[in-house]
């Protein structure tokens, strides 16, 4: 077993909670600080160890591949720019939710549940009644806190944690987290539409490896990968041609192609396929190859994820919100009032509101006329009046020509029946 294996093992199987320095690894097993801190960066990686900041490296629970909905009591300690001050083991347990002690002690057993965070200051009752119920507990303040209660954080293995902020802004600052994780969340990614397991060709095949791929898949794409499992190519039908079956795949295929990590979103992936003009694109970590994402994949994500509730909301979800849409014959219309969200400094609609709305109203028209999934290729617009707050406004966006892999929509803003607005939206279509 080399050295960098030994450490690795060395790391999984300490206890989950366990406090891991280089210095700490190199004496333990006799190794440099540098072995031992490539071992630490790799293990990190492959999800053995976090460091925090304030707190260090510790071993934690791995965890399978998810997409993660609650913040756990070590990112909560990073976020309020606290301290630890016990139960060090139990810091990558998930936050359920958080409740602050503003009440009676009497009174919060009904509220405290397993998993939550009591925000509370400086009441030891309180803090012991949560630390109890098996509930981690933030001291706001900076107070100090009694020795038996930083005991009691070690013995049930859930956080103690402190901030020197007031309590307000403590309960402020982790709703706004678990806010973003949300608008996160529902952020469709590479990982949740790829394909795993693909079809590919090794660096050292031939055109003819690639036909009786060809035949058994029906497939006409492929990545191309070393021995070590790192895309190195594409080939696809365009290349091969006409050539005889011992021409080396090496010698044909496109050379370092894109690809995407896991967690690039599918959005994304799929402009780039547009602007590219490729159909498939290799999906890899830490450059080995486990998967690809075709563009039909990607528009089946995206369509799914228009379907989905609304768990986050994001700038353009907030705007668009507050209108309604009915087709139209040749496109749809948009109605609805001016928002505070939308206004500017000087208290009217601002322009870039009134763009996201025009250019929303775009993309709605090519998939309610058309069925299609577009991307932006061009935006102009004029402006010709202000809007208020709390005024009513109509958006027609119309469809005025539509090509293959292209269209364009004119798009009208209307307010008292007279023109706020005018756009011209040229957009590239994702094909399938």
Known sequence: MTKHARIMEYIKKLEVGSKISVRQLANDLNVSEGTAYRAIKDAQLAGYVYTMPRVGTIRIEKKEDEIIERLSFAEVVNIVEGSVLGGRSGLHKPLSKFLIGAMEVKEMPKFIEPGSLLIVGNRKDAQILALERKAAVLVTGGFEVDSEVI??????E???????????????????????????????????????????LTIDATIGDWRKLYKMTQHSKFPVVDKDMKVCGIVTINDISSLEDDVPIKDVMSKDPITLTKDTPVAHAAQLMVWEGIKLIPVVEDKKLVGILTRKDAIKALQHLSFQPQLGETADAIIMNRFS??????????????????????????????????????????????????????????????VQLEEEIEVEAKIIDIGRKSGKAEINLIHEGKLVAKAIISARVIER
């Open 151 to 156: 005991e009691l954080a070690d013995k049930v």
């Open 325 to 386: 849409m009915l087709k139209t014959e040749d496109g749809i219309k948009l109605r609805g009032k001016t928002d505070p969200v939308m206004l500017n400094p000087y208290g009217v609609a601002s322009s870039g509101a009134l763009m996201t709305i025009m250019a929303n109203a775009g993309f709605e028209a090519f998939r309610a006329q058309k069925k299609l999934e577009t991307v932006l290729d061009s935006f102009t617009v004029y402006f010709s009046k202000p």
């Open 158 to 200: 859930m956080p103690l944690l402190s901030s020197s902020y007031d309590t307000f802004t403590v309960a402020t600052i982790i709703n706004r987290a678990i806010y973003k994780r949300l608008v996160r969340k529902e952020v469709a990614r590479v990982k949740d539409a790829m394909v795993t397991n693909p079809d590919y």
